[in-house]
């Protein structure tokens, strides 16, 4: 049984960093991506990055380009989602995915993902 469990979530003023953690069980591909989503109240979820594992393939919305990098460690099992500069905008609650083409529809639609963890909050105060 699959298992995505994300951590690293919290509060901070705008400006500040946090660094997510997605450490999955019973789940190794290193044929597809994993990837970070995120929902605020009230409006839809959309992609934040997917990476294929070896570094070759990432891709990000585009709002955090050069504030958000994705990484994966293969031999923890675990993806991570570095993000600086944070805005109030990025606050949402984020969600860890696994198992899906390494595609920007697939990040742009949240379609193909067959794994889901629970969210993790991030809340940025201005």
């Known amino acids: 049984q699959v298992q995505l469990m994300e951590s690293g979530g919290g509060s901070v003023q705008a400006g500040g960093s946090l660094r997510l953690s997605c450490a999955a069980s019973?789940?190794?591909?290193?044929?597809?991506?994993m990837g970070w989503f995120r929902q605020a109240p009230g409006k839809e979820r959309e992609g934040v990055a997917l990476?294929?594992?070896?570094?070759?393939?990432?891709m990000y919305l585009d709002s955090v380009k050069g504030r958000f990098t994705i990484s994966l460690d293969n031999a923890k099992n675990t993806q991570y989602l570095q993000m600086n500069s944070l805005k109030p905008e990025d606050s949402g609650m984020y969600y860890c995915?696994?198992?899906?083409?390494?595609?920007?529809?697939?990040?742009?639609?949240?379609?193909?993902?067959?794994?889901w963890g629970q969210g993790t909050q991030v809340t940025v105060s201005s």
């Open positions: 995915a696994a198992q899906a083409p390494c595609t920007q529809f697939a990040l742009d639609s949240g379609t193909f993902w067959r794994h």
């Open positions: 019973g789940y190794t591909s290193k044929y597809y991506c």
């Open positions: 990476s294929d594992g070896s570094g070759g393939i990432t």
